[in-house]
């Protein structure tokens, strides 16, 4: 993709202002000195911990966790935790502590039935002054008073509060993380090098406290962990894509995404599914389908979304159905990025299977400048 200077600064400030179409992390356009960033290629073996921690020689990074939750009353609530990273491309041979080289961008929402739409806040500061940083070597991220931490023996800690309602939260591995793609390297379309590398922990036991007004609601549940990074782009014909990822009952996990053709039909498919012994079954593009079965349109921004979706991976149907409608994350008066992240069950043959969380993205008009 070509640009000069003028589209250079637009696709800059167009992602700190919608910050992705939330990750329209692979469509941001290089910038003029990035030649220092590293691209994702196959064949290289992610190694661990380090791996767990910030890969600054790449343009965009994330940790991202959903999950759903009980109240002590059986109440179901959803919840995600996302933290970014992403090199501006500017001022890397800059000694000022003030050079802005990095931004640290993170988004907390819940999802209550009782509330009847997704609660959610966000933050973003240039990295620096010790108050926001994304360290190397394990996770930890740091955003103001919001902070990710993995501990020593793989448990994660997130503490994230606001003034309407936050997450204390201590989420334990019961299984082996789950390499996407080709062992970490994990392709988002045609070209190879429009990659990423992308590694999951699903069924991560979790209690904790949801705090409401700043009173403390005890929770236990499970939930799912995406650590992925890269420097590439989307395909020039991309859109937007639909996410899923599901801890299955009986143990099993199931990870699925299309990425949308602007004129319809897809640039890339991808599903892989584990059992509980660790066995992996992964599906080509072709093999992959994600079909509406009922749409919801937001109030606040008009986007018709999907939120009723069918995911046929190789012979198997899935149908997810949405804890409620209305989980759409619209930050347009701080950060600008819309998209839908909710809480959804899943079936099988008719028959309940599993929880977990779909993505949607790329269906809403992006801002102009």
């Not at 600054?56 to 933290?83: A, H, M, N, S």
């Not at 999951?200 to 549940?221: D, F």
């Not at 819309?338 to 790329?362: C, F, H, I, Q, S």
Request: proline share 5%; hydrophobic share 35%; no cysteine.
């Amino acid at each position: 993709m070509k640009m000069g200077k003028r589209g250079d600064m637009y696709y800059f400030f167009s992602f700190v202002r919608t910050i992705i179409l939330l990750l329209s992390l692979f469509a941001v356009s290089a910038l003029a000195d990035s030649s220092r960033l590293l691209p994702v290629v196959p064949g290289k073996a992610l190694t661990f911990p380090q791996d767990y921690g910030s890969h600054q020689d790449f343009r965009i990074e994330w940790w991202y966790i959903t999950g759903w939750l009980e109240t002590e009353d059986k109440g179901p609530l959803g919840f995600q935790v996302t933290f970014f990273r992403y090199a501006t491309g500017h001022n890397q041979e800059n000694p000022s502590r003030f050079a802005a080289k990095y931004l640290i961008i993170a988004h907390l929402a819940l999802s209550d039935p009782a509330v009847g739409k997704l609660m959610h806040a966000e933050k973003t500061a240039r990295e620096g002054f010790n108050l926001a940083y994304a360290r190397q070597g394990n996770t930890h991220v740091k955003l103001d008073d919001w902070t990710l931490v993995r501990d020593e023996d793989g448990r994660y800690l997130v503490d994230m509060r606001t003034s309407d309602f936050g997450l204390q939260l201590s989420l334990t591995p019961t299984q082996a993380m789950m390499l996407q793609g080709e062992e970490g390297f994990s392709r988002k379309g045609p070209q190879p090098e429009q990659a990423s590398y992308y590694y999951s922990e699903p069924h991560l036991r979790v209690t904790g406290t949801v705090l409401r007004h700043n009173k403390p609601v005890a929770v236990s549940g499970s939930a799912w962990l995406d650590h992925e990074w890269s420097t590439a782009y989307l395909d020039p014909d991309a859109d937007g894509w639909d996410w899923a990822g599901v801890n299955l009952d009986d143990g099993s996990s199931l990870m699925a995404f299309q990425i949308r053709r602007k004129n319809g039909g897809k640039v890339w498919a991808y599903a892989a599914l584990r059992d509980a012994s660790g066995d992996v079954k992964f599906f080509k593009p072709e093999q992959v389908k994600f079909t509406p079965t009922r749409t919801w349109q937001s109030p606040r921004t008009e986007a018709v979304y999907p939120v009723a979706m069918h995911i046929r991976t190789g012979e198997i149907e899935w149908q997810l159905t949405p804890l409620l409608d209305d989980q759409e994350l619209d930050s347009r008066q701080s950060t600008g990025a819309v998209y839908w992240e909710g809480a959804v069950t899943l079936t099988r043959d008719n028959k309940p299977a599993g929880r977990g969380y779909l993505e949607l993205t790329g269906y809403v008009t992006p801002l102009t400048l």
